[in-house]
Every structure is written in structure tokens, then in C-alpha cells.
Nanobody
Framework: QLQLVESGGGLVQAGGSLRLSCAAS????????MGWYRQAPGKQRELVAS???????NYADSVKGRFTISRDNAKNTVYLQMNSLKPEDTAVYYC?????????????WGQGTQVTVSS
């Protein structure tokens, strides 16, 4: 059973910081890419940030300069450091991993963690 377990969400005031973590566990060959998506009420899920195996990163324009994605390959864990949070960052944040398992590459999702930024 492959699982992505997220932690670190919560309630914070505007201007504050939070750090999200997502750890992959189970039986798999490799993790090609990991990322964070978010979905606010009434909106589509959107990519926040992603990081591939060589460390290259990609960010949504709305979070550039405020959020930092990183990964610990030894721990199969991805992090999202969120600084200068704004009320519009309020959403459920989902971890995503593109994993090679049993000869196939597939996307896997975490259960989501709520981030609420108060004004």
C-alpha cells in the first residue's frame, strides 16, 4: 500500500508562516516528481509548486518569492515552506507524487491538509 501522508496545515494570521510536509511510504521503485496543489472553495485545484528528482522547481506566479518547495530524497519527503501568507492562500493543500511502481509511472495524492489564513 502506497501512502502520502501530509502534515503541517493550520490557522495562521496574514503575514505568518507555515510549513507543510508530505512523506511517501510503501513499496515503490522511485519518485520522479513531487508537488503541492491547492483547492479553495468553489475553485479548481491548482498547482502551487513542484520539484523533480534533479531538484528543479516550478512555482505558480501567485506564490513566487513567498513559498519554497524542497525535498529530502532519503526520507521520500517533500516540504512547502510558506511565508508572507495571505488570506487568498486559504485552501486545502494536497501533496502529489509521480511514482514509478511495478513498472508504471502514476500520480498519487495525499488526503489534503487545510490551510487557513485570517486577515
Amino acid at each position: 500500500q502506497l501512502q502520502l501522508v501530509e502534515s503541517g496545515g493550520g490557522l495562521v494570521q496574514a503575514g505568518g508562516s507555515l510549513r507543510l510536509s508530505c512523506a511517501a511510504s510503501g513499496n515503490f521503485f522511485s519518485i520522479n516528481a513531487m508537488g503541492w496543489y491547492r483547492q479553495a472553495p468553489g475553485k479548481q485545484r491548482e498547482l502551487v509548486a513542484s520539484i523533480i528528482s534533479d531538484g528543479s522547481t516550478n512555482y505558480a506566479d501567485s506564490v513566487k518569492g513567498r513559498f519554497t518547495i524542497s525535498r529530502d530524497n532519503a526520507k521520500n519527503t517533500v516540504y512547502l515552506q510558506m511565508n508572507s501568507l495571505k488570506p487568498e492562500d486559504t485552501a486545502v493543500y494536497y501533496c502529489n507524487a509521480y511514482i514509478r511502481r511495478d513498472g508504471l509511472n502514476s500520480h498519487y495524492w495525499g488526503q489534503g491538509t487545510q490551510v487557513t489564513v485570517s486577515s
